[in-house]
């Protein structure tokens, strides 16, 4: 008995064999894949419950301490948040270099000695006066805004925003490392970069800054207004962190005060074209504060900001950011593969007509 095919709807070849169609992949509601589904999804919303729990318990310890978190204790908070992830061991591997900048920072201090002998004090007090008409900026702005044992708003947040330079980068390399490991790297390297040429342009050229060229008569008095500003009774940042950390009085060109969060906007402008612009403001407030709490002279930050910048061009030049590609999982080449198959017998045309057979005799 001969069998011809019979068409619903649009002519098909004759030539097409019979051939059922097959779902791509099971939906996640049958048998055993729903099962699966929902545990993954239940593991997701314990380990994200207990991450939030973390860090609502971290926090209210800093202000049960009355303390301001330092870089160590960031570090060792984005340990434990990992370690509670399951992603330990490759947190430890992969933050390396940050441990090694720590130890390379604390390492400078013992030639500190050393640099104070051979200080500079009169090019960057000649520069910032040759760009604002016979001024220094610093002392400018403390005589016209700091007020003596009365403090504003903007010194509590000149304050605070002061020791967010070092850890805003952590912040952000730990975002990279957990949601966008694709920049990960490239930051860790120009963040690497911007910080040792700092290093060694201290090494080579140790400069004062306004408030020691003040003590030493150099200029008008300076106030060092991160050390007088009163939190009544939480703990000054910047004294919290002078206690964990020697810090290198000389260390002030370039700034990397204001080198680090131009790294951090440029980065963030690449990753995320749409709205990473934005965070200009970051810098823009950062170099306003260390000039006027007396910490850096405005070359020291227009230094700082040439140095981002090389540090970024020589590492960033070749990536491309794109929103959201990185968050997207890469697609499995295998089951790709699968998709394309053919199935045995001929073609399956979608939305194509049903073909039936019947008998004729």
């Not at 604002?132 to 400018?140: I, L």
């Not at 919290?240 to 790294?263: D, E, I, Y």
């Not at 959201?324 to 499995?332: I, M, S």
Request: contains cysteine; charged residues 10%.
């Amino acid at each position: 008995m001969q069998r011809t095919p019979q068409v619903t709807g649009a002519a098909v070849p004759r030539t097409v064999p019979l051939a059922p169609e097959q779902p791509d992949s099971a939906p996640p509601s049958q048998g055993p894949s729903r099962f699966r589904w929902r545990q993954l999804a239940a593991g997701r919303r314990v380990l994200f419950a207990v991450q939030a729990l973390y860090v609502l318990l971290f926090c209210g310890w800093l202000l049960y301490r009355h303390s301001f978190p330092g870089p160590d204790v960031i570090a060792i908070f984005l340990l434990i948040f990992a370690l509670i992830a399951a992603r330990g061991l490759r947190f430890l591997q992969d933050w390396t270099p940050f441990v090694l900048v720590l130890l390379a920072y604390i390492g400078l201090t013992g030639v500190t000695q050393g640099l104070i002998a051979r200080v500079h004090y009169g090019f960057p007090i000649m520069a910032d006066r040759a760009m604002f008409g016979g001024h220094v900026p610093t002392v400018w702005l403390q005589a016209h805004f700091y007020h003596p044992g009365q403090m504003q708003w903007y010194d509590y947040a000149a304050t605070l925003l002061y020791p967010l330079h070092f850890v805003v980068p952590l912040i952000v390399a730990f975002v990279f490392w957990w949601w966008r490991p694709r920049y990960y790297w490239p930051f860790v390297v120009s963040y690497l970069l911007l910080c040792y040429a700092g290093f060694l342009t201290y090494v080579l050229y140790p400069m004062a800054p306004p408030w020691l060229a003040g003590y030493m008569a150099r200029i008008p008095p300076v106030h060092v207004i991160v050390a007088e500003v009163n939190y009544g009774g939480v703990i000054n940042p910047v004294e919290l962190g002078q206690r964990l950390f020697k810090t290198n009085p000389v260390a002030a060109m370039p700034s990397l005060h204001a080198g680090f969060p131009v790294l951090v906007w440029l980065v963030l402008w690449r990753v995320w074209p749409r709205w990473g612009w934005a965070s200009v403001i970051y810098p823009l407030a950062m170099s306003l504060a260390v000039v006027y709490l007396g910490e850096h002279y405005v070359i020291d930050v227009l230094a700082g900001w040439l140095y981002a910048f090389a540090a970024f061009a020589v590492v960033w030049r070749n990536e491309r950011g794109e929103p959201g590609e990185a968050a997207r999982p890469a697609p499995d080449r295998n089951q790709a593969a699968k998709l394309k198959q053919r199935p045995s017998g001929g073609f399956v045309a979608r939305g194509a007509a049903r073909v039936r057979s019947r008998p004729v005799a």
